[in-house]
T-cell receptor, first 111, second 108 residues
Framework: DVKVTQSSRYLVKRTGEKVFLECVQDMDHENMFWYRQDPGLGLRLIYFSYDVKMKEKGDIPEGYSVSREKKERFSLILESASTNQTSMYLC??????????FGQGTRLTVV | GIQVEQSPPDLILQEGANSTLRCNFSDSVNNLQWFHQNPWGQLINLFYIPSGTKQNGRLSATTVATERYSLLYISSSQTTDSGVYFCAVSFGNEKLTFGTGTRLTIIP
């Protein structure tokens, strides 16, 4: 079975902190994605990556950056956390031919 | 970009009833998936179904790509089927675009 693992289930951070959300997949998938989910707004794409060291902006990249140094790991970075980044963050990986698989999600609260 | 619409937005059913959820999309796709979001927020894959019909137990799905819609059928609903069901589509290596979901509530 494909496994996508996010580093934390719940996270509480202070405004202004630098926050790292880690995502690891074990199926050698080329493509990885970071989404955030908010009530009434659905799932919105933040960043995605087609290969190591490659990244593309999604629909809402402002305030975020990403890192993909190894194929299996895709990190989302909040450079200076703000309260409007309180959200559910979902990581996914896909080959493009078998569909996407999601991690368990990280509920981030910025206080 | 591709637009994805799901209907109905909310559905409340008695345990044992059958249900049909619909997903309409605005452009050609070669990837369509159905997900169930569990109470803890994780998106669980139900079907990868860019075309045709698949069945898995009480759940089945049909996608008619030429007419740009997909249907998810749930038979003999159980309370554990409650949650939000999402349809998501993409073309090639493009991002997955999600519908707004159908919230299903199964009453004992």
């Amino acid at each position: 079975d494909v496994k996508v693992t996010q580093s934390s289930r719940y996270l509480v951070k202070r405004t202004g902190e630098k926050v790292f959300l880690e995502c690891v997949q074990d199926m050698d998938h080329e493509n990885m994605f970071w989404y955030r989910q908010d009530p009434g707004l659905g799932l919105r794409l933040i960043y995605f990556s087609y290969d190591v060291k490659m990244k593309e902006k999604g629909d809402i990249p402002e305030g975020y950056s990403v890192s993909r140094e190894k194929k299996e790991r895709f990190s989302l970075i909040l450079e200076s956390a703000s309260t409007n980044q309180t959200s559910m963050y979902l990581c996914a990986s896909t080959t493009g031919t078998a569909g996407a698989f999601f991690g368990q999600g990280t509920r981030l609260t910025v206080v | 970009g591709i637009q994805v619409e799901q209907s109905p937005p909310d559905l409340i059913l008695q345990e044992g009833a059958n249900s049909t959820l619909r997903c309409n999309f605005s452009d050609s796709v070669n990837n369509l998936q159905w997900f169930h979001q569990n109470p803890w927020g994780q998106l669980i894959n139900l079907f990868y179904i860019p075309s045709g019909t698949k069945q898995n137990g009480r759940l089945s799905a049909t996608t008619v790509a030429t007419e740009r819609y997909s249907l998810l059928y749930i038979s003999s609903s159980q309370t554990t089927d409650s949650g939000v069901y999402f349809c998501a589509v993409s073309f090639g290596n493009e991002k997955l675009t999600f519908g707004t979901g159908t919230r299903l509530t199964i009453i004992p």
